[in-house]
């Protein structure tokens, strides 16, 4: 039986003041909706989802009125408003809402919007936010990875203090930006050796960690329901420094490296024999079995002082050079990784991810079926991501490789932006005078590209750049951690918006997506339409899941054929898309039973789902349904009811 949302609401409305100059959450651009929280990153069924608002009275006038949330999933409204009255609230003062959300649905791994809207006396409609509730039993089947660096307290004379707050608020401003799993990035002691055995060491790259920093983020993140996945390479081992690995008592042994030339056939090999990734990195043999014990074990070890849920396995990439064995052998990588990856999982019974780094061997990884989920930091070259189009390649054939079921294989990308932007010494974080930050469409194409095709975006970093925006961007650099580039204002509510729509339409973007077996949908008249993406063009993609006709439209006709290629917007000078009038479309169907058809953008009142009416017709090419579209910005999502009364999609 399916059960809703209790209609039976129980409100409860906390005001206070919290005098904090800014929300350890993004700032939003409102009128006095400041910033907007939720207790945890995913819910499971018959827990309370509970929704902090927080105010910030910028109306100009002391303000009574009323806070409102309404919930609905694949734009179907659920249960009844719930709404919180706000008394008097003087100019400028802050005050916190917290409305209490039953979740009561049957069907797992889906999302459900809340539109937030603040009203005044008279009724009138002031202010209007949004968030999202995930309602998943775990965290790897929508992958949001995070990263969190704040247990350091010195790197490369960088003062942590002006960038991180407690790793509980930055844990809350991670959660705020939807994320639902943390890579703890870089605070192992060495490559090799993740615990020194100290409360507080000096790591290879000149860190000072803080193991109680370390745990008090993982308790964090756990009260979140986050997953947690410790950083360490899978074939690195500490050389140049010393005491190095042979040196170090560790217990690794030379032997268990590859060697760049074949001193094994002579019993002749030297530490410099082996393949170094720099002076201070030996690499090892992944397939070695005593290197996947050896790794394995300190995993456990280290599991056992922090707590956390697993490993994050790193790696340099494509191997581009020939590699022999300790026993004279050439080494063979095309089972690199999945012999590493399967011996550890089987040893550790944790779950595990492995970042291959570009797609180099990232069939051998899929196909192994031990990734928690699918990670790859992605390159903006012609051997992984040449364009916007590849995208959509790698997506479908990932989820083709994995062919998972009953749920298909969650995916992640990691990505940077406008490289050579930070890099400028112009730049004030590199001794310049001018403070720059994201090119905000390059940014957006990049999200919009992204979530539609199927994936995560994994940039987005615990600590503060500026007061207000939450969190900090990968952009040019990793080292020291401070060079990232700050968001400016407009990016950072259009983040939270595209990272809500992501939560908000998970089922509809990520789980179980495949091509529709029908003839292409077309723009009849408003936009020049195709179903191959290119720039000038809007890019229509489309999709069906159990129950549901999906049509994405992407808009990139503005985009030069540079920045189509420029996926991570190097140059910085991605150009906006011009809002479009009203669309005409033509999508075909499948041959269900139609129902309601819906539009939703995050460009367009922050993801709220609309209503359209169309009309079905024939033709030689099969069923269709006409409808028009209101406007296209960056992105807009369009679905159809197809049969939905079959479909795993439930809602009252």
């Known amino acids: 039986m399916r059960r809703r949302f209790s209609n039976a609401l129980s409100v409860l409305a906390v005001l206070f003041c919290i005098g904090r100059a800014y929300a350890s959450g993004p700032a939003l651009t409102s009128t006095i909706i ?132 407690t790793p509980e608020s930055d844990i809350d401003s991670l959660n705020a930006y939807k994320c639902n799993n943390l890579q703890v990035y870089n605070l192992l002691y060495r490559w090799h050796l993740p615990m020194s055995g100290a409360e507080s060491y000096v790591n290879g790259d000149g ?35 010393a005491p190095n690995f042979q040196n170090d008592g560790a217990g690794v042994n030379l032997a268990w490296a590859v060697f760049t030339n074949n001193c094994g056939a002579t019993n002749s090999c030297t530490v410099s024999d082996a393949w170094n990734f720099s002076t201070n990195i030996a690499i090892m043999n992944t397939q070695n079995g005593n290197w996947q014990y050896y790794w394995a074990e300190q995993v456990k070890e280290w599991q056992k002082e922090l707590g956390f849920d697993g490993p994050f396995g790193d790696t340099y990439g494509t191997i581009s050079i020939p590699l022999w064995d300790i026993n004279g052998a050439r080494m063979d990588n095309s089972k690199m990784y999945s012999s590493f990856i399967t011996a550890v999982t089987d040893r550790t019974n944790m779950p595990m991810v492995i970042n291959p780094a570009g797609s180099y061997e990232e069939q051998d990884l899929v196909q ?31 989820w083709g490789w994995a062919n998972r079921t009953p749920n298909n294989i969650g995916l992640d990308w990691d990505m940077g932006m406008n490289k050579t932007l930070g890099a400028s010494s112009s730049c004030s974080i590199n001794g310049g005078s001018t403070a720059c930050t994201f090119n905000t469409p390059g940014v957006l194409y990049q999200e919009a590209t992204m979530l539609a095709t199927g994936a ?63 003839a292409d949908p ?102 269709y349904i006409t409808f028009t579209l209101p406007s296209l910005k960056f992105w807009d999502m369009v679905w159809l009811e197809d049969s939905i009364g079959q479909s795993d999609y439930a809602t009252p």
């Open 456 to 518: 995560h975006h994994a940039w987005i970093v615990d600590g503060q750049m500026a007061p207000g925006n939450g969190a900090r961007f990968i952009s040019n650099d990793y080292y020291p951690i401070g060079n990232l580039l700050t968001p400016g204002a407009d990016m950072v509510q259009a983040e939270y918006d595209y990272q809500t729509f992501g939560v908000a339409y998970e089922k509809l973007l990520r789980l179980n997506i495949g091509t529709d077996a029908v």
């Open 34 to 165: 400041q910033s907007i929280n939720t207790d945890r990153a995913i819910y499971n069924q018959n827990d309370t989802a509970l929704v902090d608002v927080t105010l910030n009275n910028k109306t100009g006038s002391v303000f009574s009125g009323n806070v409102t949330a309404t919930v609905s999933g694949r734009g179907v409204a659920i249960g009844y408003p719930i709404n919180a009255s706000v008394s008097s609230l003087a100019v400028g003062a802050t005050a916190d809402v917290i409305l209490k959300i039953p979740v009561r649905q049957v069907v797992q791994w889906q999302g459900y919007f809340v539109n937030i809207a603040v009203t005044d006396a008279s009724g009138t409609q002031i202010d209007q936010q949004a968030t999202a509730i995930d309602e998943s039993p775990d965290w790897w089947t929508y992958p949001r990875q995070c990263w969190f660096v704040g247990a350091f307290t010195d790197w490369g004379g960088w003062n942590p203090s002006t960038i991180y707050g």
């Open 522 to 623: 077309s723009i009849t008249s408003g936009a020049t339409g195709s179903t191959a993406a290119a720039a000038g063009k809007v890019w229509l993609i489309q999709n069906y899941r159990s129950g549901t006709d999906i049509l994405h439209l992407l808009n990139y006709q503005q985009m030069s054929a540079t920045s189509f290629s420029d996926v991570n917007d190097n140059a910085a000078n991605a150009a906006a898309p011009t809002t479009t009038g009203a669309l005409q479309i033509k999508m075909y169907v499948g041959g269900g039973t139609l129902g309601n058809l819906y539009t939703a953008s995050p460009d367009v009142n922050h993801g709220a789902p609309v209503q359209l009416t169309y009309t079905t017709a024939t033709d030689t090419s099969g069923k």
């Open 207 to 241: 860190m000072t960690v803080s193991v109680p920093l370390m745990r008090q983020a993982i308790a964090s993140a756990k009260k979140r329901g986050m997953g947690t996945l410790m950083y360490m390479p899978i074939y690195s081992a500490n050389k140049g420094i």
């Open 368 to 398: 192994s079926g031990r990734e928690a989920y699918h990670f790859v930091e992605r390159w903006n070259n012609s051997s992984d991501i040449g364009n916007f189009g590849d995208f959509l390649t790698k997506a479908r054939q990932v």
